[in-house]
């Protein structure tokens, strides 16, 4: 097995134990008491959010692949670890109103199991582009 192979596989192991990390405390501690509150909520995102960095340039490192770089910040960027929640530790269950605890609602106002879709779909497309345009100039 090749660096990037590898690192790909590693990567998707701990968006599996992120994700399911989230799904431990949004969707089994709340039956037993978990109250949500922003203070606590905010902390979490941004150390959700320094252990995937953390992930991606350590793998970065190993494998030394833009490509892989590119399309790993694409995918966390874009929030695509939150489809990967809904899809599998909700059993495909997704919110159907806004989804106010994204920073994204923050900012924009609103924020959906549609925009999120078309953004992970978009910002991956993008990442692709961005994938060739490199290797076409470093050919």
Same mark, same amino acid.
């Given at each position: 097995m090749n660096k990037v192979? %590898?690192?790909v596989i590693a990567f998707a192991v701990m968006v599996l134990?992120?994700?399911g990390f989230d799904y431990l405390i949004h969707g089994?501690?709340?039956r037993f008491g978990l109250q949500y509150y922003d203070s606590w909520f905010w902390i979490?995102?941004?150390l959700y959010?320094? %252990?995937y960095q953390a992930v991606i340039w350590v793998l970065f490192y190993f494998n030394r692949n833009v490509y892989f770089l590119i399309l790993t910040q694409?995918?966390?960027l874009t929030a695509t670890q939150d489809i990967v929640f809904f899809g599998l530790w909700s059993n495909g269950v997704f919110?159907?109103?806004q989804w106010t605890w994204m920073l994204y609602y923050k900012l924009f106002g609103s924020w959906t199991t549609e925009i999120q879709l078309w953004v992970s779909f978009i910002g991956l497309q993008v990442a692709s582009w961005l994938c060739l345009a490199?290797?076409?100039v470093r050919s």
């Open positions: 192979s %590898f690192s134990i992120g994700t089994i501690l709340y979490s995102q941004v959010f320094l %252990f694409a995918f966390v919110p159907k109103g490199v290797n076409r």
